[in-house]
């Protein structure tokens, strides 16, 4: 996709008769830049740039819809995948072992969180990479947005990515996705011991169709796992994950009382206040059926 995105901005670039070097200075970049797209070689291209070369050769947005092409193939197969199936997910069910999920991390967040990969390839890959980031999060907002279901551990919380202004943002902004009906945030204590999902992050995405994948994820390696029957091994999985975190409610004090920087001094409640707490939700909903956090499991949405 490189290529064919080069190829075409030489042919663009050929018609209307301009220079590497004219073109460059209606993208603002230096001629040796665009003899890098041309040729593929090099970092890929920003959306910043495309959406500059787009306009400087009339493209009509071709390039600007080519780049999301080019952009994945700066990620391996397997991550390239996930990410096809979760555009297209109507129910996100996530585990987060070490950071906040992608789909609800501030932009500082992001960066922070990117920029610790050993083999990042510059500042231009990185913001390649923050703006797909970003671009993904629109969906939440969409008409056809998933329900989104995200269980934190509790090292998630502990650990200040970027320090401690932007920590305290990426809390808020958790604390504010949590209000939307359609997004449930739990936390995963430490008292709850060991688990198996240790070994790095678990994703669920049901389909349209009603089918369900897993992934799973670590620092650096992901696989998708398509099977029923492995699938079904890691809905239970989850399942138990979601029955050991704390409800709701309570993740979302954790979470406010970690933002106000008093979280190790305070106590975590007791297993039988948990349980509590979800049987008084259990009441308060009406009788339906809850799982875990005391809040109804999501199902498919309604038809219209």
Same mark, same amino acid.
Not at 18 to 28: D, I
Not at 67 to 80: G, H, L, N, T
Not at 129 to 149: F, N
């Given at each position: ?6 190829? $075409? ?7 209307? %008769? =301009?220079? /590497?070097? @004219?073109?460059? &200075?209606? #993208? ?64 996100? $069910? ?7 999920? %992608? =789909?609800? /991390?501030? @932009?500082?967040? &992001?960066? #922070? ?74 936390? =995963? ?116």
């Amino acid at each position: 996709m490189a290529v064919l995105f080069g190829a $075409r901005v030489r042919r663009l670039r050929i018609a209307a %008769g =301009l220079t /590497q070097s @004219e073109l460059g &200075a209606l #993208a603002h970049v230096v001629s040796s830049r665009i003899t890098q797209i041309e040729r593929a070689s090099g970092a890929k291209p920003t959306l910043e740039l495309t959406r500059s070369l787009d306009v400087a050769l009339g493209a009509d947005e071709l390039l600007i819809e080519l780049w999301p092409y080019v952009y994945r193939e700066a990620f391996p197969d397997w991550s390239r995948r996930f990410m096809e199936y979760a555009e297209r997910a109507v129910i996100i $069910r996530q585990y987060a072992a070490h950071v906040v999920p %992608g =789909l609800l /991390q501030t @932009e500082d967040y &992001a960066r #922070a969180v990117l920029s610790l990969d050993a083999l990042l390839d510059g500042e231009e890959q990185l913001e390649e990479r923050l703006s797909a980031r970003m671009g993904r999060q629109e969906r939440l907002s969409s008409p056809d947005r998933p329900e989104l279901w995200v269980i934190l551990d509790e090292a998630v919380l502990r650990r200040p990515i970027g320090g401690s202004a932007v920590m305290r943002k990426q809390l808020v902004r958790l604390l504010d996705a949590a209000t939307e009906h359609h997004i449930t945030v739990q936390v =995963l204590p430490f008292d709850q011991g060991g688990h198996e999902s240790m070994g790095g992050s678990l994703t669920l995405l049901t389909m349209p169709d009603g089918t369900d994948v897993a992934y799973t994820e670590g620092a650096d390696y992901g696989q998708l796992i398509e099977e029923p029957a492995d699938v079904s091994r890691y809905t239970v999985i989850y399942d138990r994950l979601r029955a050991a975190a704390l409800p709701p409610l309570m993740s979302l004090d954790v979470i406010r009382s970690t933002m106000e920087g008093n979280y190790r001094g305070a106590n975590l409640p007791s297993r039988s206040d948990r349980r509590r707490l979800a049987q008084e939700q259990l009441q308060q909903s009406g009788g339906r059926r809850l799982r875990g956090g005391g809040r109804r499991v999501p199902g498919r949405r309604p038809r219209p």
